[in-house]
Structure formats: C-alpha cells, structure tokens
C-alpha cells in the first residue's frame, strides 16, 4: 500500500510538472531557464501562477502561499541532492514533503479552491495513467 502511495504521489508530481511546464509554453518563450526547469521541477514561481490562474487566487493567497512553495522547493532539492539515500528513501521523502505542502496549500484555499484543487490533483493522476498505458 505504501508503495502505491508513493507511486500516486509521484504520477501527481510529473503530472503536476507537465501541466506547469505546459503552462509556461503556453505563457511566453522558453528561456534556458525554463529549458532547465523543463527537465526537473518548476520553480516556485511557476508553480504560484499555475494555481493563481486556475484557482483564482486572491493577492492574499498568493502572498502566503509564495513561502510554502519555496520552502517545498528548498526542501525537494535538499532530498534529490543528498546521495546518502536510496531511491525509495527519497521517494518516502518527497511523498512526505508534498502531503504536508498540499496540506498547507488547502489550509489557504476556500473550500471552492480546495475542490477545484483536489480535481486538479486528480485529473493529473488520470492523465499520468494514460502516458503510462500508452
């Protein structure tokens, strides 16, 4: 059960990644920056404005919701750059980070928000289920 937890929380990051990069497409030109975000995860930045765009959130979301994603950031590059763990050790770790990140995130939202976000983690985990069947 705890690796097919750890699975879905991974399908929602790459979906989760796909959709902001898709985003950032869509937005503007790609920079080298971005290029490089392209291959790991987007910045936080990026991240704020996927979820203001889709949850329509205020300024006063936006400016509490700003430190939860970089703190979230700091802490997943502190995960993928310490050699000293096993894939799964990373893997538990990072499942850990984004559970208590979402749950910060909901803890800002409106219930409105917080179902549109809950679909919006849900749609991802479906369409990472496609990719992999295909």
Do not use: W, Y
């Not at 750890?6 to 902001?20: F, K, M, P, Y």
């Not at 995860?41 to 889709?54: D, G, V």
């Not at 538990?92 to 917080?114: F, G, M, R, S, Y």
């Amino acid at each position: 059960m705890s690796k097919l937890c750890g699975s879905i929380l991974t399908i929602l990051v790459v979906l989760a990644t796909c959709l902001l990069l898709a985003a950032q497409t869509n937005a503007a030109p790609q920079t080298s920056q971005q290029g490089h975000e392209a291959m790991g995860a987007t910045s936080p930045e990026a991240h704020l404005q996927m979820l203001s765009e889709k949850l329509n959130l205020t300024e006063d979301q936006k400016a509490k919701l700003k430190p939860i994603l970089l703190d979230q950031a700091q802490q997943m590059k502190a995960v993928r750059d310490d050699t000293s763990l096993t894939p799964e050790q990373k893997a538990a770790k990072k499942k850990a980070i984004h559970e208590t990140t979402h749950d910060q995130i909901n803890a800002v939202l409106t219930p409105e928000q917080q179902e549109k976000f809950k679909e919006m983690k849900q749609e991802g985990m479906e369409k990472h289920k496609d990719m992999n069947h295909q």
